[in-house]
């Protein structure tokens, strides 16, 4: 299996940036592609952006688009979510995930098969 551990996590104003790290291990790892998710307070989990691990092919949720950007660093098996203008709706515990069987274009919580413990992101008005 694949262990993940996400890291950087924190308070941030409304426009501000924060960077979150994501950091695999495991047999079984690189897997196909990684991605983040989110999940606010009594909401679904929501699929925020992906990366195929080979190539660097990302896909971005709408929500997104222009603001968060992610990638990563093969030689340090870590994934990164650089996430600019945040705004409140921003707000969740971010997720990291890996995929075996997707790809950088799988955007639903079941194409997934491991997942960090999460880190907190909260933005402030």
């Known amino acids: 299996q694949v262990q993940l551990v996400e890291s950087g996590g924190g308070l941030v104003q409304a426009g501000g940036s924060l960077r979150l790290s994501c950091a695999a291990s495991?047999?079984?790892?690189?897997?196909?592609?990684m991605g983040w998710f989110r999940q606010a307070p009594e909401k679904e989990r929501e699929f925020v952006a992906a990366?195929?691990?080979?190539?660097?092919?990302?896909y971005y949720a709408d929500s997104v688009k222009g603001r968060f950007t992610i990638s990563r660093d093969k030689a340090k098996n870590t994934v990164y979510l650089q996430m600019n203008s945040l705004k409140p709706e921003d707000t969740a515990v971010y997720y990291c995930?890996?995929?075996?069987?997707?790809?950088?274009?799988?955007?639903?919580?079941?194409?997934?098969?491991?997942w960090g413990q999460g880190t907190q992101v909260t933005v402030s008005s």
């Open positions: 995930a890996a995929t075996q069987k997707g790809s950088y274009y799988s955007s639903v919580v079941r194409a997934y098969d491991s």
């Open positions: 990366i195929s691990w080979s190539v660097g092919n990302t």
């Open positions: 495991g047999r079984t790892f690189p897997s196909s592609a």
